[in-house]
């Protein structure tokens, strides 16, 4: 069993080959990624091989994202991006709590890697969401 496929069934998923694609691409990057950019990742140039529908991404990234092994990211442009969650930084809102950088010339968006610090609420709220984007210019860009 590989590495891959101990991530998906640790987290209650069935790893399908489609999933463990998934996911070893959402690993490698270091920057979160839009499902646009995650479906030309996967176009296959022969018919005979062809990749899964629009649907089939659609439905396993909100199985990785309600499982906990992903996170939207919105990060003010329009289009929901996605990138792996830390396992290691869960926080009382049950989400992974960390800031994202937004570049504003290259427009990649990446996770920082510091958590946040969690703010008292009274007992009566629940958070639902939390979405924190910085946006400026990242360290690439701003050399060029």
Do not use: W
Not at 103 to 125: F, G, M, V
Request: include cysteine.
């Amino acid at each position: 069993m590989t590495k891959t496929e101990k991530t998906l069934l640790a987290k209650g998923i069935r790893p399908t080959q489609m999933r463990s694609k998934i996911y070893k691409f959402l690993k490698r990057k270091q920057s979160a990624v839009s499902f646009s950019d995650l479906k030309k990742a996967f176009v296959q140039k022969s018919e005979t091989n062809k990749t899964a529908n629009r649907t089939t991404f659609y439905r396993n990234l909100k199985i990785f994202e309600d499982k906990g092994l992903i996170h939207q990211i919105n990060d003010g442009v329009g289009v929901s991006k996605y990138a792996i969650s830390d396992e290691n930084a869960k926080g009382k809102y049950g989400t992974d709590l960390h800031m994202h950088f937004h570049c504003t010339d290259c427009r990649k968006t990446i996770c920082l890697p510091n958590k946040i610090s969690e703010e008292s609420l009274p007992d009566d709220y629940e958070v639902n969401d939390v979405n924190l984007v910085l946006k400026g210019i990242c360290e690439k860009c701003r050399k060029k």
